[in-house]
């Protein structure tokens, strides 16, 4: 049961970022390629978290995107 309940929240957070299609991360002072870098290393850090060690990704996503947040990158919507 577990394992399924992951896939569901895999399917769900795909679902998300396809919807968000037309959207990508921006930071004022940084290239574009550097955000896969900073993206890691949060994702790294909030998979420490003995609270996040669950296996819930959708918790995982979000506190990576709020570290990737505080970090200066946001998300704008392109045209």
């Known amino acids: ?5 992951r896939a569901a ?3 769900a957070a795909l679902m998300f970022c396809s919807a968000c ?3 990508e991360w921006r930071h004022p002072m940084k290239p574009k390629d550097e955000f896969a ?3 890691n290393k949060c994702q790294t850090d909030a998979l420490r978290d003995p ?4 296996g819930i ?3 995982v996503i979000q ?3 709020r570290c990737v947040q505080k970090m200066g990158w946001r998300l704008v919507e392109t045209e």
């Open 57 to 59: 990704q959708l918790l």
């Open 37 to 39: 870098q900073d993206y």
């Open 21 to 23: 299609s037309s959207s």
């Open 63 to 65: 506190a990576t995107e």
């Open 51 to 54: 609270k996040l060690q669950q």
């Open 9 to 11: 929240c895999i399917v």
């Open 1 to 5: 049961m577990r394992q399924s309940a």
